[in-house]
């Protein structure tokens, strides 16, 4: 017995998709990364020919490293490649094994969620825009008096925020689906991935 197993099953095609394409676009942002960082060293290496380093790779790289990161996440929580410790759990039998998966997946779930609203108070606290009435509907908090920019290239600091917050936002939405995934493997008695 199991818990609408055919929307489960359609919902996990197409969370597979969408997390699929959104590492794509993780692994894109860590190309770039790359590329900023090796054009950059050759260029502090190069100095003395005229060449010069990238204005504010640094900056370049810790946003987008942000941004990959959340990108991945979602990826990893469908595919239950968080980090595990499997010398106790390898030996249980698959009606355990698929319970701990569940508390396993539900303790994701919690820190997903206490991620998401972290992360959403803190794009309200660097997002400028909006009206105070919509501000308030939507919780983001009082507009900061002074846009927060990067140092160097003066990016504005809410838009890899945004970007890194919708990367959060799917892997909440993807933790929650797992939960109830693990749950129809439970009332089988066995785990599909085991």
Not at 53 to 79: K, R
Not at 90 to 98: C, D, I, K, N, V
Not at 137 to 158: A, H
Request: net charge positive; proline share 5%.
């Amino acid at each position: 017995m199991a818990l609408f197993p055919r929307s489960e099953a359609r919902v996990g095609r197409i969370f597979q998709g969408l997390a699929r394409w959104l590492a794509y676009g993780g692994g894109i942002f860590l190309v770039g990364i790359a590329l900023v960082t090796v054009v950059s060293v050759i260029g502090r290496g190069l100095i003395s020919i005229g060449l010069s380093p990238i204005t504010g790779d640094f900056e370049l790289v810790e946003a987008g490293s942000a941004i990959a990161i959340f990108c991945f996440l979602p990826w990893c929580q469908l595919n239950r490649g968080h980090v595990t410790v499997d010398v106790f759990i390898s030996r249980l039998g698959p009606r355990a094994f698929a319970f701990l998966g569940l508390v396993s997946d539900a303790l994701i779930a919690a820190v997903a969620w206490v991620i998401l609203w972290r992360m959403y108070l803190g794009f309200g606290e660097k997002f400028p825009y909006g009206s105070d009435g919509l501000r308030g509907l939507l919780n983001l908090g009082s507009k900061p008096f002074f846009p927060e920019t990067t140092y160097l290239l003066e990016m504005p600091v809410w838009i890899p925020f945004g970007l890194a917050l919708i990367g959060a936002a799917f892997f909440f939405i993807v933790s929650l689906y797992t939960v109830w995934r693990a749950l129809n493997w439970v009332l089988a008695g066995r785990e599909a991935l085991r």
